[in-house]
């Protein structure tokens, strides 16, 4: 059975950091390229962040680059995103997700809440 299991999420304050994991199990994690999106309230579900199968490249949404990191521990199956510096428009509940040409998978949600 295929589970991607996010955890991390939270309330903190303006400027504060957050680390989201998401460790999956029933695929072969290090095939998959990763990615983590985020749906604020009101809004559609936008990618945050994404890393291919051996970690090699990554990508961000112009929001949050050089505040967020997205990296992977194929030994540990799970993907993680480090949020620094993080501000009240990063509110929103945290997606992971996996891919391996039309094999996708969602995980079930982080909520994320930034405020003072």
């Known amino acids: 059975q295929v589970q991607l299991v996010e955890s991390g999420g939270g309330l903190v304050q303006p400027g504060g950091s957050l680390r989201l994991s998401c460790a999956a199990s029933?695929?072969?994690?290090?095939?998959?390229?990763m990615r983590w999106y985020r749906q604020a309230p009101g809004k559609e579900r936008e990618l945050v962040a994404g890393?291919?199968?051996?970690?090699?490249?990554?990508n961000y949404t112009d929001s949050v680059k050089g505040r967020f990191t997205i990296s992977r521990d194929n030994a540990k199956n799970t993907v993680y995103l480090q949020m620094n510096s993080l501000k009240t428009e990063d509110t929103a509940v945290y997606y992971c997700y996996a891919q391996l040409g039309h094999l996708r998978y969602w995980g079930q949600g982080t909520q994320v809440t930034v405020s003072s």
């Open positions: 890393i291919t199968a051996f970690g090699s490249r990554t």
């Open positions: 029933g695929f072969t994690f290090s095939s998959y390229a």
